[in-house]
């Protein structure tokens, strides 16, 4: 960890400005070995944290890289807790570049995706789910989802975690004594007060796991799929949510071959929209593999929009998709009852069960508000005021806090029928470190690199 890292931090392409980072023990000296500053002013003659106006030049050949603003930051008050270097440059590809490699050919070393950020956590300014919150936050695509990893990123989680924890801890440690100074005037932990205490942890790690569907959906979008027969709307329906044509429209059927995934937000709420081929029995090589992609698509969402042809009679391929989306939660849209109607909607109705089914005439910009509404209603309750709540966003975290659930669940069964306390400490134990996953407090180097390995370079 002692080599110090370079990268262009910005996104590349045509800027403004373009911001290239070092980080590490050297990084100071690396600047300034490529500075020169107005009358000759070297960089570290600059103070702290102050920009300053001057170039960036190979000296091996006295070329001039590029015009820029640059400030060094002495360890530990910066991002990564070690020295660093901000280089402005022009933006666009050619000036961060090669500031960039001349930075290398002084010695420092190309960062990983992530690594600035890697090392905030190693050097302990950021706990691991803070770290992650780094990544959300870049990658947000709504104001709600940025401020649930805002707020992660400000502690909110890690402080939820370290208070279980906390319980946890103090549990083992009466355990221990209990076990190992039994002769002593400590007083025992009954196991009415261990069981007291694991019913607290259970409670809170239940009341965190409840946020995180919810957390999904924020941090992705709902992931909606239209699914229908072929002819029936269904891309109609796409561009008459996104309000421009993205889809191609046309009269025959089958004009959808692939998947077509779009982010809109409605309200705030963010979707993710996915339209998909018409699905039938086809001898076209094309055609089917979009409607095996248009089936596969439907095991991740996590709500269908299913569409019928109110003008053609009901086939079997309609029954087809009601079969299939029994097993989702989903709206019905009745279409183009613009046209004479082969069906009503009572009878549509009666196989869908308790579904809600919306007259639409998609053509005519028709039971499109109606549609919105109810997804509103579905996924929108309000009752999570999100400035102030912690919502777990995060799948690892998830996986994390229902591996612990079944830990503190275990350990409360065995504390119910008074098993012998170093028993009971086993799953206290195990939870305590699956939650300490969480922060990273008890992580390997594996997880770490994976996390890690999903940022950009240069942060
Ligand atoms: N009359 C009427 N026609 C509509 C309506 N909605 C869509 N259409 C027409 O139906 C045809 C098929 O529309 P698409 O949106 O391409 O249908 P699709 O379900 O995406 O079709 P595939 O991609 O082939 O599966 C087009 O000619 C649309 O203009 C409606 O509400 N009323
Ligand atoms: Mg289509």
Redesign the pocket.
Known sequence: MLDTIAAISTAVGEAGIGIVRLSGKNAIDIGNSVFKGIKDKELIETSNRRLTYGHIIDHDNNQIIDEVLIAYMKEPYTYTKENMVEIYCHGGIIPVKKTLELLLKKGARLAEPGEFTKRAFLNGRLDLSQAEAVIDIIKSKTDKSFQVSLNQLEGSLSSQIKGIRNILLSMIAHIEVSIDFPDEDVEDITYEELERDAYKVKSNIEKLLSTADRGKILRDGINTVIL??????????LNAILRENR??????????RDIIEEFINIDGIPLKII?T??IRETDDIVEKIGVDRAKESLENADLLIA?FDA?RDLTKEDMDIIELSNSKKSIIIL?????PSKFTKDSIEELVGDREVIT?????G?GIDVLEKNIKDMFYSGKIDIESDTVVTNIRHKNQLEKSLKNIDSAIEDIKSMVPLDCVEVDLRNCWENLGEISGDTIGEDILDKIFSEFCIGK
């Open positions: 229908g027969k072929p002819n029936v709307g269904k891309s109609s329906l889809a191609i429209v046309t009269d025959i059927p089958g004009t959808t339209d081929a018409g569409v003008s279409n183009k009852t613009d046209l639409a005439s998609i053509a005519k028709i």
